[in-house]
Structure formats: C-alpha cells, structure tokens
T-cell receptor, first 113, second 112 residues
Framework: GDSVTQMEGPVTLSEEAFLTINCTYT??????LFWYVQYPGEGLQLLLK?????DKGSNKGFEATYRKETTSFHLEKGSVQVSDSAVYFC????????????FGKGTRLSVIA | SQTIHQWPATLVQPVGSPLSLECTVE??????LYWYRQAAGRGLQLLFY??????ISSEVPQNLSASRPQDRQFILSSKKLLLSDSGFYLC???????????FGSGTRLTVV
C-alpha cells in the first residue's frame, strides 16, 4: 500500500537557520502530496500542496517540490522563526481522492531564539 | 465557506464510562469524514472514515465506534472507556475526489 516516510525529529534550530525536513513516499499511482502543520494543542492545518510532478507548493516562506524521479517532497524554509515551532506532517492522497490521506509520523521542530 | 466544528475541546472521563464526541461540517454536502487519534507525542492514527450516511469504514478494531446519522455529522462513541483511549481526537473532512482534508480543532480526552 501507499506509505510516507519522513525524517524523525525532533529538529532543533536557531532562529534564521535553514530548514529541511525530508519526506519520501511510495504510491502505486500519481498521488497528490501535502505538508500539514500542527501547532501545540491545535488541529492540523494545510501548509502547502502539490498535485503533479515538478509542481512547487509554497506558503508562509515554506516550499516543497514534487519530485517524481526521487519520490520525494522535502519541506524547506530559508530562515525559520520561533513561531515556526510545531509538528510537521507529510501526507499523500491517491489520485481518486476518495480514500483517507496517508500521513508520515510527523517531525517536531523547535526553533530557539 | 466551509467550516468544521468539533466538541468538546477537552474531556476528562473515568474508566468504564461512555464517550460521545461530535463533529459537524457546514457549507458543503456529501463530504468524506474522518476520525483520527493522536497519542501524546505520536503521529496520527486513522480510526474511521465515511463516504456517506451510514457508511463507516473501521481502520482499527477497538472499543470505539463511529456513526454518521446525517450527511454532515460524524460521531465517535465508546460504551466503556479504557485508559488507553486517552489522546487527542481529530475530526476531518474532504470533498469527493478532493485534494487534502480540513481538520477540526480536536478534543483532548483524558481517561482517569
């Protein structure tokens, strides 16, 4: 079945550091890919998405590019802030969109001033 | 616009007591609905999903059950809670054939 593997945390960075959270996937079809963010005590929020190969999703300074050749969707941000501290989940959705999202296990990011 | 409501936000229940968590979606029709659980410091576990009224798929056989009595209402229940049922419960919805899910704000359940 489909699966998502993301780097285990926690990741601790200083403010203004560069962030990369790796995500790779296994899927039989042509899935859509997502990054969700969960701030402490809250539900998940969609951060960005990409629906086909070579698409780049971006939001709030975060970016991720759908790489079909490496089956990856790594999350990047050039300069993190303390307010970016959260848990980040990579996920995929089959092309039909009628089955639940498949999530990675999440990566906790802590940014220190 | 579409909104999702989930309540209560927090709940403390004794072992052996019943549970009922409710989730409703507004501004859309015939959504796919989902219940997830997140144990402390852990990832997301899909519990149930529904593609229509009365249609429930169970991903994890436990002492939990789900029902969808109305198109935009999804209820998570238990007859007798266990300590291991403690966690953060999240409801989510998506459109048919849609791209991604929208999550509610969650219910933090502590079984004591």
């Amino acid at each position: 079945g489909d699966s998502v593997t993301q780097m285990e945390g926690p990741v601790t960075l200083s403010e203004e550091a560069f962030l990369t959270i790796n995500c790779t996937y296994t899927a039989t079809g042509y899935p859509s890919l997502f990054w969700y963010v969960q701030y402490p005590g809250e539900g998940l929020q969609l951060l960005l998405k990409a629906t086909k190969a070579d698409d780049k999703g971006s939001n709030k300074g975060f970016e991720a590019t759908y790489r079909k050749e490496t089956t990856s969707f790594h999350l990047e941000k050039g300069s993190v802030q303390v307010s970016d501290s959260a848990v980040y989940f990579c996920a995929l959705s089959e092309s039909t969109g009628n089955t639940p999202l498949v999530f990675g296990k999440g990566t906790r990011l802590s940014v220190i001033a | 616009s579409q909104t999702i409501h989930q309540w209560p936000a927090t709940l403390v229940q004794p072992v052996g007591s019943p549970l009922s968590l409710e989730c409703t979606v507004e501004g859309t029709s015939n959504p796919n609905l989902y219940w997830y659980r997140q144990a402390a410091g852990r990832g997301l576990q899909l519990l149930f999903y529904s593609v229509g009224i009365g249609q429930i798929s169970s991903e994890v056989p436990q002492n939990l059950s789900a029902s969808r009595p109305q198109d935009r209402q999804f209820i998570l229940s238990s007859k007798k809670l266990l300590l291991s049922d403690s966690g953060f419960y999240l409801c989510a919805w998506s459109v048919k054939g849609g791209q991604g899910s929208t999550f509610g704000s969650g219910t933090r359940l502590t079984v004591v």
